[in-house]
């Protein structure tokens, strides 16, 4: 049998909640609104499957470069390269610093 290569693979640790943060998120998550050349952190919420970006780029720091529909467009350094992300706000959060 040949294992899967989905989306989710190899993230059972990483896109787990800690037991007391389980289950959805607040609302006021998916009402964010970021303007472009705003810096944003990329963390993943599990609880919400729509417009999750691929788990590599989990935990990494990007510019906020443009909007497509509901989701937003960062650009982020994967290595030397910059790659573009489709996430939702759910999984965006604003960078303090």
Not at 6 to 11: A, D
Not at 16 to 28: E, F, N, Q, V
Not at 85 to 94: I, S
Request: charged letters at 30%; hydrophobic letters at 30%; glycine letters at 10%.
């Amino acid at each position: 049998m040949k294992a899967s290569k989905g989306t989710r693979t190899k993230t059972r640790t990483l896109m787990r909640k800690r037991p007391r943060a389980r289950g959805l998120s607040p609302i006021t998550r998916g009402f964010q609104k970021f303007e472009e050349g705003e810096k944003v952190n990329i963390v993943i919420d599990p609880s919400v499957h729509n417009g999750m970006p691929f788990s590599r780029f989990h935990g990494l720091t990007g510019i906020v470069v443009g909007q497509r529909g509901a989701a937003y467009e960062v650009d982020v350094y994967d290595g030397n390269k910059l790659k573009t992300v489709v996430a939702r706000p759910e999984h965006l959060r604003k960078n303090r610093c």
